[in-house]
């Protein structure tokens, strides 16, 4: 059982006793089975990323997050195993205290480093998996969870408290930490998006609409990722015609490309940020160990690439590939702006240099 103490923090409930010292209920598996639950949940989103997780550093620390789980879960498992033999509460209350601390204080250096990787790979219209780029993923993931478990080490408070949770039972507590950068991003993510979309709210239901159209009669891949597929593809753009592909109806209503990206956005992201908000706004206590998981990872993931895209966008229109498994924002851009609107002598230009990268990985 959790309960809110102050913003950012909380207590979690290890035993509940009555006032003769009667043990009325041992909360030690509780948190066993919510880690056993979040490392189900990584799992179902690691089959959605596995493609191109190893591809950024969000990715790699992503998996960092996996193992850590399973050591976690390991520690109470011990505890629990052995816990005739240990002081059970005070060894829960350490563990719990100090992977609520480190979790707390990841997600702020991911979420900079995640953006300064993006920047420097969003030239690329394939993203690069170089063994020298995986070793500086790996070096910085080191890096932020050496910092975040030296600064938990220092400044976390592991001591058993006890309080009187109502008038026949006291409880022996311990003080754990929530992520208040998981819960302000999530927030924030969603007053942005639904801002961005009420601004444009008139035009939704044909975007939506236009989306199942132009769904419906794309058959060719809009990111290869090979040479031979950049050959075939200048093949396959001169058999399209503008008229094929695009209509003046269409095009004097399409979405300008920022709302079409979040559209891509919310589609794939709502049900997640409302679970999240939700479960602020009704004053949940959700310590940092559960909220920084999987789930928020490739959600971050997937803001980051779709602000890479549509920065890049002028240069590489659909032809930027990133490492997201989740959004589709090559579909996306060509709900915006079609083949139609990219010139010919852009495209040619942009496969030739596309081509010339990827000679140059061979």
């Given at each position: 059982?959790?309960?809110h103490h102050s913003t950012g923090s909380?207590?979690?409930?290890?035993?509940?006793?009555?006032?003769?010292?009667?043990?009325?209920?041992?909360?030690?598996?509780?948190?066993?089975?919510?880690?056993?639950?979040?490392?189900?949940?990584?799992?179902?989103?690691?089959?959605?990323?596995?493609?191109?997780?190893?591809?950024?550093?969000?990715?790699?620390?992503?998996?960092?997050?996996?193992?850590?789980?399973?050591?976690?879960?390991?520690?109470i498992s011990w505890i629990w195993w052995?816990?005739?033999?240990?002081?059970?509460?005070?060894?829960?209350?350490?563990?719990?205290?100090?992977?609520?601390?480190?979790?707390?204080?990841?997600?702020?250096?991911?979420?900079?480093?995640?953006?300064?990787?993006?920047?420097?790979?969003?030239?690329?219209?394939?993203?690069?998996?170089?063994?020298?780029?995986?070793?500086?993923?790996?070096?910085?993931?080191?890096?932020?969870?050496?910092?975040?478990?030296?600064?938990?080490?220092?400044?976390?408070?592991?001591?058993?408290?006890?309080?009187?949770?109502?008038?026949?039972?006291?409880?022996?507590?311990?003080?754990?930490?929530?992520?208040?950068?998981?819960?302000?991003?999530?927030?924030?993510?969603?007053?942005?998006?639904?801002?961005?979309?009420?601004?444009?709210?008139?035009?939704?239901?044909?975007?939506?609409?236009?989306?199942?159209?132009?769904?419906?009669?794309?058959?060719?891949?809009?990111?290869?990722?090979?040479?031979?597929?950049?050959?075939?593809?200048?093949?396959?753009?001169?058999?399209?015609?503008?008229?094929?592909?695009?209509?003046?109806?269409?095009?004097?209503?399409?979405?300008?490309?920022?709302?079409?990206?979040?559209?891509?956005?919310?589609?794939?992201?709502?049900?997640?940020?409302?679970?999240?908000?939700?479960?602020?706004?009704?004053?949940?206590?959700?310590?940092?160990?559960?909220?920084?998981?999987?789930?928020?990872?490739?959600?971050?993931?997937?803001?980051?690439?779709?602000?890479?895209?549509?920065?890049?966008?002028?240069?590489?229109?659909?032809?930027?590939?990133?490492?997201?498994?989740?959004?589709?924002?090559?579909?996306?851009?060509?709900?915006?702006?079609?083949?139609?609107?990219?010139?010919?002598?852009?495209?040619?230009?942009?496969?030739?240099?596309c081509s010339e990268r990827l000679l140059?990985?061979?």
């Open positions: 059982m959790l309960l909380m207590i979690a409930v290890l035993k509940e006793m009555e006032e003769n010292g009667t043990c009325t209920h041992n909360e030690t598996l509780q948190y066993l089975f919510l880690m056993l639950s979040k490392v189900a949940l990584n799992t179902l989103v690691l089959s959605f990323w596995l493609r191109s997780i190893t591809r950024s550093f969000l990715g790699i620390f992503s998996i960092s997050i996996y193992l850590a789980d399973l050591v976690l879960i390991g520690c052995f816990r005739e033999n240990l002081d059970i509460h005070k060894s829960m209350c350490f563990t719990l205290a100090h992977s609520s601390s480190v979790y707390s204080m990841l997600p702020l250096p991911v979420l900079l480093v995640g953006t300064l990787d993006y920047a420097y790979v969003r030239h690329m219209a394939v993203s690069q998996n170089s063994p020298s780029r995986t070793a500086s993923h790996c070096m910085a993931v080191v890096l932020v969870w050496t910092l975040a478990c030296f600064y938990s080490l220092w400044y976390t408070n592991s001591e058993l408290l006890t309080i009187q949770y109502n008038e026949e039972i006291n409880a022996l507590v311990c003080p754990v930490h929530g992520s208040a950068v998981v819960s302000y991003f999530n927030f924030s993510l969603s007053i942005v998006a639904s801002a961005v979309l009420l601004l444009h709210c008139r035009g939704i239901s044909h975007w939506v609409r236009l989306v199942n159209k132009v769904n419906s009669r794309k058959s060719w891949p809009f990111t290869p990722r090979s040479d031979i597929a950049f050959s075939n593809m200048a093949e396959k753009l001169k058999e399209r015609t503008a008229g094929e592909l695009c209509t003046d109806d269409d095009q004097q209503s399409r979405p300008p490309l920022l709302v079409s990206l979040t559209l891509c956005f919310v589609f794939n992201w709502t049900p997640y940020l409302i679970m999240s908000v939700a479960c602020d706004l009704l004053g949940f206590a959700v310590p940092a160990y559960a909220t920084v998981n999987l789930l928020w990872m490739a959600c971050a993931n997937s803001l980051i690439a779709g602000l890479a895209f549509w920065y890049s966008s002028d240069e590489l229109g659909p032809f930027c590939k990133l490492p997201d498994d989740i959004c589709a924002w090559s579909f996306y851009w060509h709900l915006s702006k079609e083949d139609c609107q990219w010139s010919t002598s852009k495209k040619h230009t942009r496969l030739s240099i140059h990985q061979v």
